[in-house]
């Protein structure tokens, strides 16, 4: 795992979406991971602009989403699917149909998370997976407790990710769906790379048990210490209660990967 600590927000978000446009023109096929949440959406915002300046061509890629709220259909304000047709999908050049949600609305959703790890499995696995942290310390929605190793499957949310994602909701957490369909820590484990971002003040602590602490269920975004290529994207906020801040910098500054990047210090 490395860390990379960028001096805000914007420019974490930019290094993301520089990552992606690479693998997308070196590997046009890219099979992608992607993530909702606040903290995504400057990455798509820079996603479009890039497509729209620079050409970026999603027409032959395919996307997988890390989750889904159960029980809001796929045109509702508030689920993943419209949140990923309007920050991205809508204004870029890929093909609808390559875009894969899990369904929340599926009437049995036990054979819906089966099927979404199987059409993951078709499409060759995932190559760039991005994920968020939530305060909680979940990666998808992979509440505390969850298995390290859980595949696609249904999760009760916790009462801090319903307080979390609330202001989605008109503010109240009895608005929020009480479940989800997601990824499971393995699926996302298995993906070939793997991006975190995380940025603000607020997300200081748990980014710090997140990469600093040890491997827990409690925290299932530390299972990401096993994936084989797994780097954290941080702005300076974010970064401010890690231990080892200056090594982490010192990996940006040194490791040839990050030349290119130097600019963004
Ligand atoms: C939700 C999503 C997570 C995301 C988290 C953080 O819970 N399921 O994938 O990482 O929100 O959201 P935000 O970026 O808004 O803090």
């Known amino acids: 795992m490395e860390v990379i ?29 992607l993530a909702t949440g606040r903290t995504m959406e400057p990455v798509y915002s820079l996603l479009v602009d890039l497509h729209r300046q620079a050409g970026l061509d999603f ?10 709220y159960i029980g809001i259909p796929a045109d509702h304000p508030c689920s993943y699917r419209h949140y990923m047709n309007e920050l991205l999908f809508n204004q870029v050049n890929i093909t609808k149909a390559n875009t894969h949600l899990p369904d929340g609305m599926a009437t049995d959703l036990a ?9 993951i499995a078709q499409a060759g696995g995932i190559d760039l997976q991005l994920v968020g942290i ?28 319903l307080e979390q994602n609330a202001p989605m909701f008109g503010g109240d957490p009895a608005n929020v769906p009480r479940r989800a ?12 790379r793997c991006l975190m971002l995380v940025t603000g003040k607020s997300k200081a602590s748990i980014l710090a048990k997140a990469v600093e602490g040890p491997i827990t269920a409690m925290v299932t975004a530390t299972a990401l ?30 490791e040839p990967e990050w030349a290119e990047f130097q600019y963004l210090r």
């Not at 600590?5 to 099979?31: C, D, N, R, S, Y």
């Not at 310390?137 to 390290?148: D, K, T, V």
Request: charged letters at 25%; one cysteine or more; aromatic letters at 6%.
């Open 134 to 161: 939530g305060s909680d310390g979940h990666i998808g929605f992979n509440e505390p407790s969850s298995s390290l190793r859980s595949r696609t499957r249904e999760k009760a949310l916790t009462p801090a990710t």
């Open 111 to 119: 054979a819906e998370c089966i099927r979404y790890e199987g059409a």
């Open 59 to 68: 027409s032959q890629c395919s996307t997988f989403n890390l989750d889904e």
């Open 225 to 254: 210490q096993l994936h084989p290529r797994c780097q954290v994207i941080v702005d300076e906020e974010a970064a401010s209660e890690l231990k080892e801040i200056d090594y982490h910098r010192w990996v940006f500054a040194n």
């Open 181 to 192: 369909i997601t990824m499971g820590v393995g699926t996302i484990l298995d993906s070939r």
């Open 5 to 33: 600590i960028l001096p805000t927000q914007q420019k974490a978000a930019h290094l993301v979406a520089q990552i992606f446009a690479k693998e997308m023109k070196a590997h046009p096929k890219l099979v992608l991971g």
